[in-house]
């Protein structure tokens, strides 16, 4: 596929004139006008086509937001898991019931033991596995900070070289017109003195009776 040209048709570097001749004044003022016309809508991204979530959107996503949309309440957080119940009245005479409480309180202390185990690991080594952390989180700082000052330092640089390249055009685009002056200068010298030679060739081609006529009627005279 062929490139696309790119048509380079301001240099703001040597453009000059935006600020004079009330250009400033003008603009604001379209601004302004356009600001009392536009009348906002209760849905202005309403001619926008729709945004296709279907990308990035998850089951939960999906069911929260139809949740949303049918005004229903959200579903309270759900403690049954951290709750012991014994097997219920109807079920009280039932062995696998009761089996079924004794692993759910089988579970549930082994989840408070796995939490006790955390918070003692926590606090023996939590405080080291954050200096790591502060200590990675700083190296990455540093060289964010080192790619932040070479990306402005790359910026800096394509803005010297554009105001350099801009420089150079301007200059060239200053000669070429001032050559230009100077030879539409000259052809219209060459038109004139061009006039004036035929203009003199055409007196000399005259019968000489023609220019004696014409003397004679500029005195008033008039032959016989």
Not at 29 to 45: C, D, G, Q
Not at 82 to 91: A, G, I, M, T, V
Not at 162 to 170: E, S, V
Request: with cysteine; net charge negative; hydrophobic share 35%.
């Amino acid at each position: 596929m062929a490139e696309t040209q790119v048509l380079v048709d301001a240099l703001p570097y040597i453009d000059q004139g935006y600020d004079d001749s009330g250009v400033r004044e003008m603009v604001t003022a379209m601004v302004e006008e356009e600001t009392r016309r536009y009348r906002p809508t209760k849905n202005y991204l309403e001619n926008l086509p729709p945004l296709n979530m279907t990308a990035f959107e998850t089951e939960f996503m999906t069911n929260e937001f139809e949740r949303i949309q049918n005004r229903l309440p959200l579903e309270p957080l759900s403690m049954k898991r951290y709750e012991l119940p014994p097997p219920p009245p109807s079920r009280i005479s039932d062995l696998s019931a009761w089996q079924e409480s004794v692993e759910n309180s089988m579970a549930q202390l082994e989840h408070q033991a796995i939490r006790s185990m955390n918070l003692d690991l926590m606090l023996e080594y939590g405080c080291e596995a954050w200096k790591a952390y502060l200590e990675i989180f700083t190296s990455l700082q540093a060289k964010a900070q080192i790619r932040l000052q070479a990306i402005k330092k790359e910026i800096q640089e394509v803005n010297w070289q554009r105001k350099l390249k801009q420089t150079q055009a301007g200059d060239k685009l200053r000669s070429l017109e001032a050559q230009w002056v100077m030879l539409v200068s000259k052809n219209y010298e060459i038109e004139k003195v061009c006039a004036e030679l035929e203009e003199e060739i055409a007196k000399m081609s005259s019968p000489p009776g023609v220019e004696k006529d014409d003397a004679a009627d500029a005195n008033g005279e008039h032959p016989n």
